[in-house]
Nanobody, 121 residues
Framework: QVQLVESGGGLVQAGGSLRLSCAASGRTFSTYNMAWSRQAPGKKREFVAAINYSGGSTYYADSVKGRFTISRDNAKNAVYLQMNSLKPEDTAVYYC??????????????WGQGTQVTVSS
């Protein structure tokens, strides 16, 4: 089973930046599609960003395009989410997720425990 551990969350003022990290277990991290999602209290989890196994393709929710950047370092079994120009509406628990091959269902198989991001106005 893949284990994912997020870190880097915290409290930041609007307009500020945070860099989230996700450390993954396993020998085959370079085969995992990875993603970040977030969930605010009373709301369902929403997709934020994704990166394919090689890092060659990235995808972003419209709400974060131009502000967030997802990246990965396969040598470190890590994925990152650089969040710039943060807004109060970005406040949520951010989760890292992994989709292991085969990727047939377009779903993420493993999730981390989450890290809280709070953006004050």
């Amino acid at each position: 089973q893949v284990q994912l551990v997020e870190s880097g969350g915290g409290l930041v003022q609007a307009g500020g930046s945070l860099r989230l990290s996700c450390a993954a277990s396993g020998r085959t991290f370079s085969t995992y599609n990875m993603a970040w999602s977030r969930q605010a209290p009373g709301k369902k989890r929403e997709f934020v960003a994704a990166i394919n196994y090689s890092g060659g393709s990235t995808y972003y929710a419209d709400s974060v395009k131009g502000r967030f950047t997802i990246s990965r370092d396969n040598a470190k079994n890590a994925v990152y989410l650089q969040m710039n120009s943060l807004k109060p509406e970005d406040t949520a628990v951010y989760y890292c997720a992994a989709d292991l091959p085969p990727y047939s269902d377009l779903e993420y198989d493993y999730w981390g425990q989450g890290t809280q991001v709070t953006v004050s106005s």
